[in-house]
């Protein structure tokens, strides 16, 4: 009698043939290109060093597309973009010492966003691995260490029959929920090392589903079905579980009034008559959210952006779907579900049944009204216009991203992201220099469709080396420089906190002139122009800069 198992253990001839003479001069470097290719990878990012040179060979000789940045930490964030636009794990090639760590702000900012990124790094020879001194160039004493505590899995492979395994293994971690950067290290002796091991195919990473648990969703959707003033805040987990529709679907259901965190940016529609847009940065929506008999939270930690800078205390219900177990009532007690956005709230739909509540869309519209109010007596009229230009300037389909400057913060309350994941910042770690790099990413994810990246002075000068980048790859990049003479935000801050700003001024250059010396086309721009200047470079095929001179400020804050 055959069995099963018996036809799936036995190889045919030509699997035979292939095993006892796979191709000459392979190495451990061959094992890492060829496992990422069966998993399915594409593109890959990342920078050449001496201990990596084994896997950089193999990259040439392959068919990946390497993407080199000029430094690791923007090859980081253009990997991190890739992966939040494609949903797709991105290998990130990395060497030791030195240019591993000069990735790790990118990683924390994946960490942070949850996009799956696959850094795979060189190490010293296997003899100098375990904390042996023994002099190698760009030893540490516990390179993995640096990264354990900022990415999701650290992952080492010994020797070559290892790596495919281990590669496999942090595939499958970085595209579980919640998504993530892992860390993979493999010394310089195994990249470099010959190999006999056959030739990888048939690799398979199938990350986990995580569903909710029937009796926690439940007792959700009784008490949703039986609230009288429900809300929901939509985060980041609704958009990476591509769960937008979903979310409409049941807000609608209930007649619940939904607002998006930073993060979440486009998650619901923001013309919808149930929508609350983005103004979680304001006491009045801090109120409506604290009155709500029950609150559902989907996708988001309630952490300090979220939260009005913890000032906020529900005094209801409280429900929270979140795939990352360590962000599960961490802020606030509630109804915990560890679970995929998407999952929970189709479970949810399928128990919940319609609510009538014909003053939900009033109350939403007064909320609104207020904050509109508010803003009316602060003179922001002008940072208020500038956001509308951009958005008319913007096809709709087009993704945007937005370092840590004065305009980006306005954007996360203010801007209309029009369609889910396509507004994306570094509010995750908020480090400076993400959106220029990112936009790359992004560029290379969908290649003609035009991407813009919006940063102040200061943070700019992070990255603008990576204009030689653009230009080599031509890629169709705007880049938004809002020029206020130095870190504005802080200088801001500074004033109000301490009377005098220390460190905020900063000699830049003429950064027209400058990307013109790159060969990318640059103008200035006005508060008055912006919206026609910006449509037309992002017209124009190509990389181009625009430079907004100008001063500008927040809007008052509510949590003081």
């Known amino acids: 009698m055959t069995h099963d198992h018996d036809l799936v253990l036995r190889p045919t001839e030509a699997q035979t043939a292939a095993a006892l003479a796979p191709p000459p001069g392979r190495t451990g470097g061959d094992l890492v290109v060829e496992t990422l290719h069966s998993l399915g990878a594409h593109t890959v990012f990342g920078l050449p060093g001496q201990h990596a040179l084994a896997l950089f060979d193999a990259v040439g000789r392959s068919g990946l597309r390497l993407v080199g940045l000029r430094t690791e930490n923007n090859a980081g964030f253009a990997a991190d973009a890739y992966g939040r636009i494609t949903g797709e794990a991105v290998p990130l090639l990395l060497s030791t010492g030195p240019g591993a760590l000069m990735a790790l702000p990118a990683l924390a900012e994946a960490a942070a966003a949850s996009a799956p990124v696959l850094a795979i790094s060189s190490q010293v020879p296997t003899p100098g691995l375990g904390g042996g001194r023994r002099g190698h160039l760009h030893e540490l004493r516990d390179q993995a260490a640096s990264f354990r505590e900022v990415v999701k899995s650290v992952h080492t492979a010994r020797t070559p029959s290892q790596i495919p395994s281990v590669i496999a293994e942090a595939w499958e971690s970085a595209l579980t929920a919640p998504f993530g950067p892992v860390w993979v290290e493999i010394p310089e002796d195994v990249l470099a090392a010959p190999t006999v091991i056959p030739q990888v195919t048939g690799m398979d990473a199938t990350p986990h589903e995580l ?186 389909r087009s993704p945007s991203f937005w370092d840590m400057t004065i305009l980006s913060y306005w954007a996360w309350s203010a801007f209309d992201a029009e369609h889910p994941n396509t507004m994306h910042s570094a509010q995750g770690a908020g480090g400076l220099g993400y959106a ?125």
């Open 211 to 396: 569903a909710p648990r029937p009796e926690l969703t439940a007792v959700a959707a009784h008490w949703l079905a039986n609230a009288s003033r429900p809300v929901i805040i939509a985060g980041g987990g609704v958009v990476r579980a591509d769960a937008a529709g979903k979310l409409k679907q049941l807000a609608e259901r209930l007649n619940a009034p939904v607002v998006t965190t930073f993060g979440g940016k486009g998650a619901f529609p923001w013309t919808h008559p149930l929508s609350l847009q983005s103004w979680l940065e304001d006491r009045h929506m801090t109120d409506f959210l604290e009155d709500a008999d029950v609150l559902l939270v989907v996708g988001s930690g309630l952490g300090e952006l979220s939260s009005n800078y913890h000032t906020f205390f529900p005094t209801g219900r409280v429900v929270q779907i979140e795939a990352d177990l360590g962000k599960l009532e961490s802020n606030h007690p509630a109804l915990g579900i560890h679970a995929d956005a998407r999952l929970a709230l189709q479970a949810l739909l399928e128990t919940v049944p319609e609510r009538e509540d014909p003053t939900a869309p009033e109350r939403v519209r007064l909320l609104l009204a207020d904050i509109a109010a508010r803003l009316a007596g602060q003179d922001v009229t002008l940072e208020q216009g500038l956001l509308g230009s951009i958005r008319a300037a913007l096809p709709a």
């Open 436 to 560: 220029f790099p990112a936009a790359l990413g992004a560029a290379l994810a969908e290649p003609g469709t035009p991407v813009l990246a919006v940063s102040g002075d200061g943070g700019a000068m992070y990255s603008i080396a990576e204009l030689a980048t653009a230009r080599q790859h031509d890629l169709d990049v705007t880049w938004l420089i809002v020029d206020d003479g130095g870190y504005g935000i802080l200088r801001a801050y500074m004033t109000d906190a301490y009377g005098t700003p220390t460190g905020t001024e900063l000699t830049r250059p003429d950064f027209v002139a400058l990307a013109g010396s790159f060969g990318v086309p640059a103008a200035t721009t006005t508060p008055a122009t912006l919206r026609e200047d910006l449509a037309k470079a992002l017209a124009t095929p190509g990389p181009s800069v625009l430079v907004l001179p100008t001063t500008l400020k927040m809007f008052a804050p509510t949590h003081l």
